[in-house]
């Protein structure tokens, strides 16, 4: 190990085969992972060195090879190593004598959020408000100290005088704020101005967003031991002109004062909320993996808090529902109120029947049932009698008007089948061939009644109905929706109180 030199092995990746690149990046974070802390620190450097990050990027990140699971969890292992550098900046603490007070600037908080400036190579592109055209000021539109201090309570509240000790503001920190302000200096003006109009200080936030970084990218994590696919690609591009981290932070901070605005915080208690929301942003831009910064600067701009709040219900509801399907207490409330909705869902099929409805009717040649031009199609009003063991069959002259007298009266206990689909006899001469909208009652004496629902609903309302009535265990889709759906919402209210409360998988011991 003393011998090879890690840049030469590097080299190797330059061989466009997945298996063979995949070996190379395995050897060489098995030799960091052998070596003692003490002699890492050599490695860690070369593994860090421009070249050798930038070989990696071109020739297997950014080289449109397919990605291989084998080959994300190596270059996982070799993104914790160069991370790991983070460490000692992000652990050591300034000395509260030495955090940086930010001047007071001459420029009004501005109400509409700037675009992110790419750094500068010149000095502050103005310093006052006298310096900006009419047209500029009046695009940005700035509001005065005293409207801004309106927004604030009365109560002065400084988040950074609340922390203790070991919350001040790391290295790591300080390098970012002063990058921050070296290169973007539009922006860092703008995040001043938000944080003393919310009454939080700049470097309390700033500090929040390091430490937030540093958990999203598992800075001081030690490798994973299991598969993972969690790296990023910016880490190992080095077309950026300064450390990946202090432009990720950079721009970190533009989100921050963005999604403010979004969220419509006015207050300092909102702060908490809205470094969540953050946290969530930044998770799901990294997830995309962006390529490089202007990609990075792209997916920010996408994941607004729209996006957020669209991706936290669609997680509350995946819980939900795993925790419908899969929690033993939630299972045993559910099946007491599937029972109690079975009922109300019976009650609701027997109304339908007894309301009755109107169906377009071909009747079979061979069919006992007596009506007249038995080949052409006709309207039938069919309806339940309320004692539930009568059907009646009522002539009608159109489709909306019925006879005053039934033509024909069955007890429900004739009922031998209920057929469905394409099963029923009448599904190969009837010119409607939705089988899902056909249905038959088979009688005693050979008698087969056929119906033509006017929709999917209705036939399953009265197929349900009837196969109920004589004790089937078939139900429809919908039967099966609706109860579930009561069953849910039921369950939803008496868990309601619940909501922030993880709910055991297990009963408690009995004591």
Request: charge should be neutral; hydrophobic fraction near 35%.
């Amino acid at each position: 190990m003393k011998n090879i030199n890690i840049s030469e092995l590097i080299l190797f990746c330059k061989v466009w085969n997945v298996n063979f690149q995949v070996k190379v990046l395995r050897l060489i974070n098995t030799m960091v992972r052998c070596v003692k802390k003490e002699s890492r620190y050599s490695l860690l450097e070369a593994l860090d060195n421009q070249k050798n990050k930038q070989c990696i990027y071109d020739n297997i990140i950014n080289s449109g090879n397919e990605m291989t699971s084998s080959m994300a969890h190596e270059l996982v292992v070799y993104q914790s190593y160069i991370l790991s550098l983070f460490k000692n900046t992000l652990d050591t603490f300034l000395d509260e004598k030495n955090i940086p007070i930010h001047d007071e600037t001459n420029v009004n908080r501005l109400s509409n959020i700037l675009d992110f400036q790419e750094s500068l190579n010149h000095p502050r592109m103005w310093q006052s408000m006298e310096s900006l055209s009419h047209n500029s000021a009046e695009r940005y539109s700035f509001i005065s100290y005293s409207s801004r201090d309106s927004i604030c309570t009365n109560k002065t509240f400084s988040l950074h005088s609340e922390c203790s000790a070991d919350e001040g503001c790391s290295y790591l920190t300080n390098e970012c704020l002063e990058h921050y302000e070296r290169a973007h200096p539009l922006n860092f003006d703008q995040s001043v101005l938000e944080e003393r109009a919310y009454q939080v200080n700049i470097t309390y936030t700033a500090e929040r967003v390091t430490r937030m970084l540093a958990k999203l990218l598992a800075i001081g994590d030690p490798p994973p031991k299991k598969q993972s696919n969690n790296y990023h690609p910016i880490v190992f591009d080095t077309n950026v002109h300064n450390n990946f981290f202090l432009e990720l932070f950079s721009r970190t901070m533009w989100l921050l004062s963005k999604t403010r605005k979004e969220m419509k915080a006015k207050t300092s208690e909102d702060f908490d909320k809205v470094m969540y929301v953050l946290d969530r942003q930044v998770s799901m831009v990294l997830q995309k993996k962006p390529l490089n910064l202007k990609q990075l600067l792209e997916f920010m701009k996408e994941t607004n808090y729209q996006a957020v709040s669209k991706q936290l219900d669609i997680e509350r509801e995946t819980a939900w529902i795993d925790m419908l399907n899969t929690n033993p207490c939630i299972q045993e409330i559910m099946e007491a109120y599937r029972k109690i909705n079975s009922k109300l869902v019976y009650e609701q099929r027997m109304g339908i029947l007894k309301k009755g409805q109107t169906f377009p009717k071909r009747v079979e040649k061979k069919s006992t049932l007596s009506i007249k031009n038995s080949n052409a199609t006709q309207y039938i009003h069919v309806k339940l009698s309320e004692n539930l063991k009568n059907f009646k069959i009522y002539g009608c002259d159109d489709a909306l008007t019925k006879r005053s007298n039934h033509d024909a009266m069955y007890p429900v206990s004739t009922i031998r089948h209920v057929i469905t689909g394409k099963n029923c006899p009448h599904f190969k001469d009837h010119s409607n061939k939705q089988d899902e909208l056909l249905f038959t009652l088979q009688l005693e004496g050979d008698v087969n009644i056929n119906f033509v629902a006017p929709d999917k609903k209705i036939a399953n309302y009265w197929i349900d109905g009837f196969n109920l009535l004589l004790g089937k265990d078939y139900r429809s889709n919908d039967y099966c929706e609706d109860l579930q759906l009561l069953t849910e919402m039921d369950v939803a209210l008496q868990t309601m109180e619940l909501q922030e409360i993880t709910i055991p998988s297990a009963p408690p011991a009995v004591p």
